[in-house]
């Protein structure tokens, strides 16, 4: 993986092959932080989250890629996940993990690691536009990872 700044590495396949992806399969996004600030984070609340990342990608993504169920070849898989959801000072900090996979062969084409620092935060995580900001800003810099890569 290259640093791409101070919050996110990045990896993606030297041949372009997220470059040949005109549709992709959108997996259900895992919400693997359990915890936030000394208490447990409820399956509600990480089903609302999940729900939340998954509609900003397919919305970020499907007015030039659509959205499809089935593998073809030029379909990639997009798995992503958010790994950690901590509290630094009074700020939220969310991290995320996503990759895309090839639909017939599962090879990797593309990885990222990224955490975002959020303003002060007050109340539930969750419910902050502050969250919500930062994981519109995840699916944008995604649609602009696969953008990029149809321009090469």
Avoid at 19 to 38: C, M, R, T, W
Avoid at 69 to 97: F, H, M, W
Wanted: aromatic residues 8%; glycine residues 6%.
């Amino acid at each position: 993986m290259e640093k791409v700044d101070e919050t996110t590495w990045r990896w993606i396949d030297p041949n372009n092959r997220l470059g040949s992806y005109n549709k992709f399969i959108l997996h259900p996004v895992k919400v693997q932080a359990e915890i936030y600030d000394g208490e447990k984070i409820s399956p509600e609340t990480r089903e609302r989250v999940s729900n939340y990342l998954h509609d900003a990608i397919e919305k970020a993504l499907s007015d030039r890629y659509p959205i499809v169920s089935a593998p073809s070849t030029d379909t990639g898989e997009i798995r992503v996940g958010i790994t950690d959801a901590t509290k630094t000072g009074r700020k939220l900090n969310l991290c995320v993990e996503g990759e895309i996979q090839d639909s017939y062969s599962a090879v990797q084409v593309a990885s990222v690691v990224a955490s975002r620092l959020g303003k002060a935060r007050m109340g539930s995580w969750w419910d902050q536009q502050e969250a919500k900001d930062m994981m519109d800003a995840w699916a944008k810099a995604l649609r602009q990872t696969i953008d990029k890569a149809h321009a090469r």
